[in-house]
């Protein structure tokens, strides 16, 4: 599987590069607005960050096909191997297809529903994002999405992977990858979540006082 960070945030990318096994880290326009550095800045950043390994994934702005192609092409000016993603829309498809054509891999982002997931995958796109948190926001079920989409690329577009997104609990992320999805992007509280509890912390502070009590000390 990939395990991918959602985040413009260098700083926490680089400490988290040291402790997960991260395939890369995928942005969109909210985040890398939130952090107000340009994308030309940015990328080359991110990629320091993750020691030169690892995919980066940035968003086109254009909304006709022609425009995101153009986008696609000055956003791979700065990084060379970046996945673009495009918004599934129907302009959003003729530009995968297009950037397919031209060999520029893409994935199919503002996924919210299987058959929407589908049209980008028989499209050309490497990666399909459908948004699990806004899906369960809508009132929908955003599990069951990425369920049926997995199937539906099984069966019908083996070479495309589901690449999980808008998660809020580690639960949903991993109920994502129990419904066999392949690849998970994960925003900094919940990839922190993943290996961070109360009850870890607790359990440490336990064997560390018995040791010192034993011993006196805390050390081997
Ligand atoms: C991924 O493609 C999306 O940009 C992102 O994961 C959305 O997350 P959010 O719903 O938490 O904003």
């Known amino acids: 599987m990939e395990l991918y960070l959602d985040t413009s945030d260098v700083v926490?990318?680089?400490?988290?590069a040291r402790i997960f096994p991260l395939a890369g880290v995928t942005t969109n326009p909210s985040i890398?607005?939130?952090?107000?550095?340009?994308?030309e800045v940015l990328l080359p950043q991110l990629q320091e960050a993750m020691g030169g390994q690892g995919r980066l994934f940035a968003q086109?702005?254009?909304t006709t096909a022609e425009g995101m192609v153009e986008?696609?092409?000055?956003?791979?000016?700065i990084i060379t191997d970046l996945v673009v993603k495009v918004p599934v829309t129907a302009e959003g498809l003729a530009a995968i297809k297009m950037l397919k054509a031209r060999g520029v891999p893409t994935?199919?982002?503002?996924?919210?529903?299987?058959?929407?997931?589908?049209?980008?995958?028989?499209a050309g796109a490497e990666y399909v994002a459908p948004y699990v948190n806004r899906v369960d926001a809508q009132g929908g079920d955003g599990i069951q999405?990425?369920?049926?989409?997995?199937?539906l690329l099984t069966l019908h577009a083996?070479?495309?992977?589901?690449?999980?997104a808008s998660f809020k609990t580690p639960r949903q992320a991993l109920d994502c990858l129990l419904a066999g999805c392949e690849s998970i992007?994960?925003?900094l509280d919940v990839a922190q979540q993943l290996i961070a509890s109360p009850a870890v912390d607790a359990a440490i502070a336990k064997f560390e006082q018995d040791w010192q009590n034993a011993f006196g000390r805390t050390s081997i």
Request: charge should be positive.
């Open 12 to 16: 926490a990318v680089k400490t988290l």
């Open 32 to 39: 890398v607005a939130a952090g107000k550095t340009p994308l």
């Open 60 to 62: 086109v702005m254009a």
């Open 71 to 77: 986008d696609a092409l000055k956003l791979r000016a």
């Open 107 to 122: 994935l199919g982002t503002a996924v919210y529903s299987a058959a929407q997931g589908l049209m980008a995958a028989l």
């Open 145 to 151: 999405t990425v369920a049926e989409l997995q199937q």
């Open 158 to 164: 083996p070479q495309s992977k589901v690449l999980a």
């Open 185 to 187: 992007t994960l925003p």
